[in-house]
């Protein structure tokens, strides 16, 4: 059975720069079919696609957060990470990391439980 | 780049039928067929019910079905039970700049 897990810091003040890692088990990060992914969702609010990015380090980015964006995979590891810069407050969310089908643009068809990072002075 | 757009919220008594609409343009829910619907108890990660329009993750139930129509993607949520009352999301490919667009959600009462 897949299991992704989020990890990463849970409070950050404005300014800084996020790093979330995504560990992948059960199953292989380098697999053909598959892109990995973020999506996030602030509280009470709907999910936004942040990026995804595929085995071999191809990438794809929300252009509203690409200037912000940085996304790498380390297959050996099986984990992927995203680097999301000059954090305002308006970045608190739950951030997702999920499994995406190549096949099929907008299937993610596994889901990590989600981790909440809060960007507070 | 703006979200899907979907109702705020929808209702219906156990056994009824719903459907949620979720409205896009040409550039994406109207001009490919990768449009997804996802399920949202709270504090739950999302969970895939349709995908590419039309079908139907294994283990989800034959009451989900999806639609499109130009511009305009459904979910139908027939013989409603207790355990749909959720959230439920949209998203589509969005072409040309490659990415995913999310619908803002649609909450689901079953009264």
């Known amino acids: 059975q897949l299991q992704l897990q989020e990890s990463g810091p849970g409070l950050l003040k404005p300014s800084e720069t996020l790093s979330l890692t995504c560990t992948v088990s059960g199953g292989s990060i380098s697999s053909a079919s598959h892109y990995w992914g973020w999506i996030r969702q602030p509280p009470g609010k709907g999910l936004e696609w942040i990026g995804a990015?595929?085995?071999?380090?191809?990438?794809f980015y929300n252009p509203s957060l690409k200037s912000r964006v940085t996304m790498s995979i380390d297959t050996s590891k099986s984990q992927f990470s995203l680097r999301l810069s000059s954090l305002t407050a308006a970045d608190t969310a739950v951030y997702y990391c999920a499994r995406r089908l190549s096949s099929s643009w907008s299937h993610f068809d596994s889901w990590g439980q989600g981790t909440l990072v809060t960007v507070s002075s | 780049q703006s979200a899907l757009t979907q109702p705020r919220s929808v209702s219906g008594s156990p056994g009824q039928s719903v459907t949620i609409s979720c409205t896009g343009t040409s550039s994406d829910v109207g001009g490919y067929n990768y449009v997804s619907w996802y399920q949202q108890h709270p504090g739950k990660a999302p969970k895939v019910m349709i995908y590419?329009?039309?079908k139907r993750p294994s283990g989800v139930p034959d009451r989900f079905s999806g639609s499109k129509s130009d511009n305009t993607a459904s979910l139908t949520i027939s013989g409603l039970q207790a355990e749909d009352e959720a959230d439920y999301y949209c998203s589509s490919y969005a072409g040309g700049q490659s990415y995913v667009v999310f619908g803002g959600g649609t909450k689901l009462t079953v009264l």
């Open positions: 590419d329009v039309t």
């Open positions: 990015i595929y085995y071999n380090g191809n990438t």
